[in-house]
């Protein structure tokens, strides 16, 4: 059974820095993607890093580039989401996802939503 669990979430000041964890269970990642998502107040779930093993490549919604980095510890089954340089508008509920989408950009672009394993969220607040 596929399991996704999410830590690291809190309140940061503009500027400062967080890292997210995702420990993952169920499934290797020779096979499926993972990456993560967050939800604005009022807003949709949008894309913001996700990565494939299988063939290396990462993909980094233009709002995070340069500030964001995904990475994983496959001796912990474990995927962070290094955060720094944060905005207000970073503020929103992270969540890990995993799919065996074709490419990075498929899952954290195109990819339905319904169709993407989830894990309960954390939330992030950016504010001073």
């Known amino acids: 059974q596929l399991q996704l669990e999410e830590s690291g979430g809190g309140l940061v000041q503009p500027g400062g820095s967080l890292r997210l964890s995702c420990a993952y269970s169920g499934f290797t990642l020779d096979y499926y993607g993972i990456g993560w998502f967050r939800q604005a107040p009022g807003k949709e779930r949008e894309g913001v890093s996700c990565?494939?093993?299988?063939?290396?490549?990462?993909y980094y919604a233009n709002s995070v580039k340069g500030r964001f980095t995904i990475s994983r510890d496959n001796a912990k089954n474990t995927v962070y989401l290094q955060m720094n340089n944060l905005k207000p508008e970073d503020t929103g509920v992270y969540f890990c996802?995993?799919?065996?989408?074709?490419?990075?950009?498929?899952?954290?672009?195109?990819?339905?939503?319904?169709?993407?394993?989830w894990g309960q969220g954390t939330q992030v607040t950016v504010s001073s």
């Open positions: 996802v995993a799919d065996y989408s074709p490419t990075v950009q498929a899952m954290c672009v195109t990819t339905p939503h319904w169709r993407l394993s």
């Open positions: 990565m494939r093993s299988s063939d290396g490549t990462i």
